[in-house]
């Protein structure tokens, strides 16, 4: 039978219909695709603070109350309302997702800041934060499980990092005011009302000595020449606090007229890392979410390395890189060292210790002692590489000495012995402390010649030695003896028991002699402000001109003539005995890995210059004259002071 085209559309059209009914409704609804592992990764980690969109798990909240991220950003207020409200949201889930998004709510209102410039927090952008950090407490300390429960979680460290940050953004609000309260002479711990919060404030753990200048914030700064960042994961606003730095520097031109300031012999490093933790009133939930009295709590993280909160020892955030990249960048010493060197301008009059640290009396002394036109400067990566290391952070601090480098090394050694023994008195003046024994002293290039002369015994070598060179006898004898007796007499210094000398010209250098020597030479100058008192014993010094018997026109030696191999101070001092007992080290640098050892040199300072009878070790490092700089060097006097651990106190 057949049948027409018409007839079998009519038949066939609903059956068609219906098949195509069936299928739709029988569809798989999910669909594979495939993700790449960085997807994967920002799927799970990304959120408001690092991509500026919310996170999967908020999002995931949102859907379960029938709202998307893009409707909540259009109203916020009405979106916090209905995720606090609607049922069917866990504890965790409620409160870690309103606390993100406060957060951005708080970024909106949050004003760009520039580095170095303090910006002013509105009203509402300080509300926002401060919700943020209580619904990320609640989230952290009362929502059913410890912190520790979830250790492993991505939410935690999500969470951990809006109440972090919202604790940094509080911490800024909070020190302009009691900043200005401060200044004026007001009680700047009373409580501090701030729209309708009242934030009261604990500074007692950090080491105040003066009104702070500046807060940093430790997350938004990076430091070029520093090769590392040392920091411990954890709770609280990781920060630095700047404070005034001792004034140093004074006019070196002119004559000394025994008028200028006194100047201290130390100071603690001018900016300390802190971090801030920020509690809510309240031992409920309920009683968190309604609260408006918060305390902000301060704490010295080289110190404190985990804190209690809600009965839960949780760790402390912690920076310890931070501070000291803001007082080097801060400092100005690789101009001001050039000035000192040279003579003019503003520079460094005598010898000035740092201490990196806070003092601790139970942490050995690493005293360290820069070279020829430097500064402080010149530790950068090792110092940090120390104060980053956990086990050597909890044994040694780090001292560092800042001293005018012009100057003859004979006076640069007594000046700077004077301050270390001076700062060593005035924090342990019994000499009981474990600070103050088996110290390490480290030196690099002409700070190694001062740091050996320091640990030697000089007996009546370099005394005979200037009574014969300069002809001291009757009344020039009688001038000087008094004052130059203490330059050229001395012992070693106490309780110091092991040393590490870097790149050092203990007995000299052909370079300090050759042309380009001798034209750097003759710009170097010495005003007598940089001699102090000991200005008419050198001007005393000067040899008669033999043809006219007349005086010659004074030019004082300086450290660049000490640094010549013929010079004769260097070649008596090269001679002189070490402290009995001292264990010693040298690390060598070799500019050219094709020459021998024995006759290279750094392009400063020969091998055998540099090289001492007796060391316990010697690592020659391929590199120029700053070899302290370089990894190969940091490792060695890591390994060094590793191994002093193990002798001296039995650490693993």
């Not at 009688?478 to 001395?490: D, N």
């Amino acid at each position: 039978m057949t049948l027409s085209l018409k007839n079998l559309s009519r038949r066939t059209l609903p059956v068609l219909a219906m098949v195509l009914l069936l299928l739709s409704s029988g569809c798989a609804m999910v669909k594979m695709k495939q993700v790449t592992t960085t997807d994967h990764v920002m799927l799970k980690r990304g959120d408001i603070l690092n991509s500026g969109k919310l996170s999967a798990l908020s999002q995931e909240s949102l859907s379960v109350i029938g709202l998307t991220a893009s409707a909540c950003s259009k109203d916020l207020p009405a979106c916090r309302t209905t995720v606090a409200t609607v049922e069917g949201l866990q504890s965790e889930q409620r409160l870690s997702t309103l606390a993100e998004l406060w957060m951005e709510e708080a970024l909106a209102l949050t004003p760009k800041a520039k580095l170095g410039q303090a910006t002013e927090l509105p009203a509402p952008a300080l509300d926002a934060w401060l919700e943020t950090a209580r619904y990320s407490y609640a989230y952290l300390f009362f929502s059913g499980r410890t912190p520790a429960q979830r250790a492993l979680e991505d939410r935690l460290t999500q969470v951990r990092d809006y109440y972090n940050y919202a604790a940094e953004q509080t911490a800024s609000v909070v020190f302009q005011r009691t900043r200005a309260l401060a200044i004026e002479g007001q009680d700047f711990t009373r409580p501090i009302q701030v729209d309708r919060w009242t934030i009261s404030t604990n500074f007692e753990q950090l080491p105040l000595a003066s009104i702070p200048q500046q807060l940093v914030s430790a997350s938004s700064v990076s430091f070029a020449g520093l090769r590392s960042s040392y920091r411990r994961d954890g709770f609280g606003a990781e920060l630095v606090v700047v404070l005034e730095k001792a004034a140093l520097t004074a006019p070196l031109e002119g004559a000394a007229t025994g008028t200028a300031p006194e100047l201290p012999a130390f100071s603690e490093m001018p900016a300390i890392n802190a971090t801030v933790l920020l509690h809510f009133s309240g031992d409920t939930l309920e009683e968190v979410l309604a609260t408006r009295e918060i305390r902000l709590e301060s704490y010295s993280p080289d110190n404190t390395s985990a804190v209690v909160l809600r009965g839960q020892e949780v760790p402390l955030a912690a920076n310890f890189t931070a501070a000291y990249g803001v007082w080097l960048a801060q400092s100005g010493f690789a101009s001001e060292s050039l000035r000192t060197l040279f003579g003019r301008g503003e520079g460094i009059r005598e010898p000035h210790i740092y201490l990196m640290q806070p003092y601790d009396p139970n942490r050995r002394i690493i005293f360290m002692l820069h070279g020829l036109a430097s500064s402080p400067e010149a530790w950068v990566n090792l110092a940090n590489e120390i104060m980053g290391d956990p086990e050597m952070r909890k044994h040694y601090q780090v001292w560092s000495v800042y001293y005018p480098t012009n100057a003859p090394i004979a006076l640069n050694r007594y000046t700077v012995s004077n301050a270390f023994n001076s700062t060593l008195k005035h924090f342990d003046p019994s000499g009981t402390a474990r600070a103050t024994h088996d110290m390490v002293f480290i030196g690099h290039s002409m700070g190694g010649v001062i740091a050996r002369l320091m640990l030697s015994s000089s007996g009546e070598v370099l005394w005979d030695d200037a009574l014969t060179r300069f002809k001291l006898q009757g009344e020039r004898l009688k001038r000087v003896e008094t004052r130059l007796g203490p330059l050229l007499h001395f012992t070693p210094q106490p309780n110091v028991e092991r040393a590490i000398f870097i790149a050092s010209p203990h007995k000299g250098t052909d370079a300090a002699g050759n042309r380009l020597g001798r034209m750097i030479g003759k710009l170097v100058r010495l005003p007598l402000t940089i001699l102090g008192k000991f200005g008419d014993v050198f001007l005393a010094l000067q040899n008669p001109d033999e043809a006219g018997d007349k005086p010659k026109e004074p030019r004082i030696t300086t450290s660049i003539d000490n640094l010549k191999a013929s010079d004769p101070f260097i070649e008596k001092s090269a001679t002189l005995p070490l402290a009995p007992g001292l264990k010693y080290h040298s690390i060598i640098a070799n500019r050219k890995a094709d020459v021998p050892t024995a006759d290279s040199d750094d392009g400063l300072v020969p091998y055998w210059s540099s090289h001492l009878d007796g060391a316990l070790s010697e690592k020659v490092v391929i590199s120029g004259h700053s070899v302290q700089e370089t990894p190969e060097a940091v490792l060695e006097v890591r390994r060094i002071l590793r191994e002093d651990l193990r002798e001296v106190d039995g650490v693993d």
